[in-house]
């Protein structure tokens, strides 16, 4: 699958495309499109702010115009902050996400296009596009275009990454079985009985109930749930030892 | 609800520091804490980067160990670019924003720590923490702390986030009725009809049917429905003043 193009739009600091250029690699984006920029090209600033993604620098592409830069794109989304009295679909970066990766899975040629520090994008730059894109903010917002583009190029990679949620290094255990927890239960148990400790009797069930839950709600892996048995039999034998001196 | 504070362990460039308070009050964060930063403090760099965001920079406390600076929250999740010999639960940034939301909700106070640029997290500090954050990237990853503290915020933003996914800017038209379109569809199809374009006869409902689905694929406003029926009269009207010159 193809991933979007970048297109930046008038951009005036060297400093930004070398952000962008890292950002989009951060996210596995490789092609990038300047139109009209403002600034001399190749630039020191944007090498320098690149590191490590100078390959995109070194193959991006320069139009004067941006019908000449749209023109192979079949699906182009525009970011812009501000209200445009233009009647065009405004996506989450979520939602253009999911829309840029539904559309690349079908062979279609996608671009996102950012315009420049100060003035954005011209309302004839956006009549060749097929939508909009509004990066929600605080209502203080001073996002940078390397920063639009880190969000955009972050979406477009989460749109596709199978992570769970949230999860357990694995390699550091598997959760523990039942069987394994009631033999710690049980472990425990009898040597907080021997202790006196569950008392008294009529309360020793509830007690039991609560210490289970408490267990049973960390999540032990098996070796956790061994090593907690380890150290009741080495809290008891240092007991016995203490009574014996 | 508090958002979470975000707590910077080890930072060692003020630009970093400027970047993240930049960062943290685009999404709405404020509560900034620094654990033994390695520069110089109050740092002339930070207040550059930080443009807008010096009310945040003035109020950040500084700790000299993360102890007391984690010491009054109640959950603290760290963001670690490494896999860690520690078992902790592995958030996604979005996973995370959710957990925090939820326990802001509640009146849990939060906190985001990060790591030093070059060290990141210690041992000792991820070992207090409630679980960590790992941010998806690409295989070259070189996200910078205040490129990590943007992301977590945005997620922080967007978890409570009701913007619709896609929406149509709603101050320049509702979409357009049925009974709107009907009589678009009407108004063309007779002048259509007019004009013997809707020809031969045994095709005239497929090409009817082509048509409408067409105009209802672009999901017109009710203003630009009546700009289409004005630009049909104005195309027939011009027609004839063709014929008859």
């Excluded at 970048?6 to 951060?26: D, P, Y």
């Excluded at 090209?41 to 390959?55: C, H, K, T, V, Y």
């Excluded at 309302?123 to 275009?145: A, M």
Aim: glycine share 6%; proline share 4%.
């Amino acid at each position: 699958m193809t991933p979007p193009a970048v297109i930046l739009s008038h951009t005036q600091m060297g400093e930004n495309v070398g952000s962008a250029a890292r950002a989009m690699k951060n996210f596995g984006l490789s092609e990038l499109i300047l139109i009209a920029p403002m600034m001399e090209w190749p630039n020191d600033r944007a090498q320098i702010l690149a590191s490590g993604s100078a390959d995109i620098l070194a193959n991006a592409r320069i139009y004067q115009t941006a019908e000449e830069a749209l023109a192979p794109f079949q699906l182009v989304l525009a970011t812009t902050a501000r209200d445009r009295d233009v009647v065009k679909q405004v996506h989450t970066p979520a939602a253009a996400a999911a829309r840029l990766r539904q559309a690349a899975a079908e062979g279609v040629r996608t671009a996102l296009l950012f315009g420049g520090e100060r003035a954005g994008l011209g309302n004839d730059e956006l009549s060749i596009c097929d939508g909009v894109i509004t990066i929600p903010t605080s209502e203080f917002s001073s996002l940078n275009l390397g920063q639009a583009v880190l969000l955009l190029g972050y979406e477009w990679l989460k749109a596709a990454d199978t992570t769970p949620a949230v999860r357990i290094r694995s390699h550091l255990g598997v959760p523990a079985t039942r069987g394994d927890l009631v033999d710690l239960f049980e472990h425990l148990e009898r040597e907080l009985d021997a202790a006196n400790y569950l008392f008294p009797p009529e309360k020793r069930e509830t007690m039991v109930r609560n210490i289970r839950a408490m267990i049973l709600r960390s999540g032990l892996t098996d070796q956790q749930a061994r090593t907690i048995r380890g150290m009741i039999v080495a809290l008891v034998r240092n007991k016995y030892r203490g009574h014996k001196t």
